[in-house]
């Protein structure tokens, strides 16, 4: 009986530590996804910024399925000089935002495209770009500091 006990003891904070690691991957419930291009921006700024909703998702991301997002917010140099951009949608469900990944990824490699040629020397924001989902968020992040900007996005999706 008294190994029993030990055990548990033992297990106990190592289970609670487990549980709330934030860890696996799961997005937190509800995050707004403006509050986390916000959070990015003030550490990691766009030059001309300019901030989009869900209303104009359409317009910059074709392949999104706009039926399956729930909201969105992204922004990018309002000037189309530089590459830089972040987007963050909260879809339905973590299917929708799986599949909103390969759509993140048809605009990178036109980005790429685009820019090689037009401003190579920005070309390291598109190279080292983070395209990703979370729960039911997909992310997208092309800026100056891809790393850092990551960093804040899932300590914001993740928290």
């Known amino acids: 009986m008294k190994i029993k006990k030990l055990v548990c003891a033992m297990l106990a904070p ?4 487990t549980a709330c690691s934030g860890e696996g991957g799961e997005a937190a419930a509800d995050v707004n996804p403006a509050d986390v291009v916000s959070a990015v921006l003030n550490e990691v700024p766009i030059s001309s910024s300019v901030e989009k909703g869900t209303d104009e998702v359409e ?23 530089l590459p830089d951009e972040i987007g963050v949608f909260k879809f339905k469900s973590s299917d929708a935002a799986k599949s909103a990944e390969s759509a993140l990824q048809s605009k990178l490699d036109s980005r790429k495209e685009s820019f090689a040629t037009y401003t ?34 899932d300590g914001k999706l993740k928290g």
């Open 14 to 17: 190592v289970m609670l530590f």
């Open 59 to 81: 317009s910059y991301y074709s392949g999104i399925d706009t039926s399956e997002l729930d909201s969105a917010a992204f922004s990018l140099c309002g000037s189309g000089a």
């Open 120 to 153: 190579p020397d920005e070309m390291y924001k598109l190279e080292s770009a983070k395209i990703f989902s979370t729960g039911n968020y997909a992310v997208y992040i092309a800026l100056s500091d891809n790393e850092k900007a990551k960093e804040i996005v």
